[in-house]
């Protein structure tokens, strides 16, 4: 298994050479970030666990490290966290029946 906090404490140190690199792109990204927190109508742990379930569904490892560590501040649950992992895991699945509908009108145009 990864070690996700030695793991994480490696990305914000590269991160933060990004962010010297091109701080325009880095304060871009913060704006992005932050802004569902700004606007204060969901709280924390909500925010985390969509993160969380976003994560799993875009395979980011940075993020789930990060949100990882934020939700468990925010206060969420395992439990919680299992929950929203389920919904990013029907979700996935879902994509993949539909994906599957346009490969049978692909398999379909080509007969024609």
């Not at 933060?16 to 932050?34: H, N, W």
């Not at 569902?36 to 985390?48: C, D, I, P, Q, S």
Request: charged share 20%; aromatic share 4%; net charge negative.
């Amino acid at each position: 298994m990864l070690d996700w906090n030695a793991y994480r404490a490696e990305l914000m140190g590269r991160l933060g050479e990004i962010a010297k690199l091109s701080p325009d792109t880095v304060r871009g990204y913060q704006t992005l970030a932050g802004a569902a927190a700004k606007n204060g109508r969901l709280e924390a742990k909500t925010v985390e666990l969509i993160a969380l379930a976003v994560a799993v569904t875009t395979r980011c490892d940075g993020c789930i490290t990060v949100h990882a560590e934020a939700a468990h501040k925010a206060g969420a649950s395992r439990e919680e966290i299992a929950d929203a992992l389920a919904v990013a895991v029907a979700l996935n699945a879902g994509a993949a029946l539909v994906y599957s509908a346009r490969v049978l009108d692909a398999v379909v145009a080509t007969e024609n």
